[in-house]
C-alpha cells in the first residue's frame, strides 16, 4: 500500500485523484464532525439530514454509500459506522478500518481517500493508529494508494515512523 497525506481542509479535497472518500461516522454527533463535518457543509448540510432522519445512524456495523459529485470531487463517500464517540477505542478503530478495507477491495478502489477513524476525537495516537492500520492491510492484502486526511504535524511523524521502519526492515 502506498501512503499520501493532504491536511483536513475541503481546499486539499479538491486537489486529490480519487474515487472514494472514506470516513467513519460517529452515532452520537449530530452535527458531524472531522471530515464528515466539512463535507456535509459542502453537500448543503445533506449528511446532517440523513443523520436526523435517521437515514444514516452511525452505529457500528454500518456501510453507506452515498454519491459525492458534483459536490465533491469523488464519485463515492462511503461512511462507516463507529458507534458512540465516547466508546471508540483501538478496538473500534479495528472493526472500522477492517471493514473500510473489505469495502473498498469490494467495490474494487484503486485510489481512496481515507480520514483515518477517531482522528478528529484523538481517540488513538497517530503512531500507534499507523500501526494498526499497516498490521490489518498486511492481514488483509495489499490496497493500491490510500491518501490519508492527518494535519502537517502528524503526516511528519507517521512519515518519519514509516521511514524508519522500512530501514529497520532492511536491515534485518
Known amino acids: 500500500m502506498e501512503l499520501r497525506f493532504i491536511a483536513p481542509e475541503l481546499r486539499q479535497l479538491d486537489t486529490v485523484g480519487a474515487e472514494v472518500l472514506a470516513c467513519a461516522v460517529f452515532s452520537d454527533q449530530l ?4 471530515m464528515v463535518g466539512l463535507v456535509d457543509w459542502r ?18 456495523g454500518e456501510v453507506v454509500l452515498i454519491p459525492g459529485k458534483p459536490r465533491i470531487p469523488f464519485e463515492k463517500l462511503l461512511l462507516f459506522g463507529a458507534g458512540a ?16 478495507l473489505k469495502s473498498l477491495a469490494s467495490l ?11 482522528r478528529w476525537l484523538s481517540a488513538l495516537e497517530p503512531m500507534r ?35 524508519e521502519e522500512r530501514r529497520r526492515k532492511r536491515m534485518r
Open 108 to 118: 474494487k478502489v484503486r485510489m481512496a481517500v481515507v480520514e483515518r477513524p477517531g
Open 31 to 34: 452535527p458531524p464532525r472531522g
Open 129 to 163: 493508529a499507523m500501526e494498526l492500520l499497516l498490521r490489518t492491510c498486511s492481514d488483509q492484502g495489499e490496497q493500491d494508494v490510500w491518501t490519508l486526511i492527518e494535519a502537517p504535524d502528524e503526516q511528519k511523524l507517521i512519515t518519519q515512523h514509516l521511514a
Open 43 to 60: 453537500m448543503a448540510a445533506r449528511l446532517s439530514r440523513y443523520l436526523d432522519a435517521g437515514d444514516i445512524t452511525g452505529e457500528v
Open 85 to 100: 464517540s465516547q466508546q471508540f477505542d483501538e478496538e473500534a478503530y479495528l472493526d472500522v478500518i477492517g471493514r473500510m
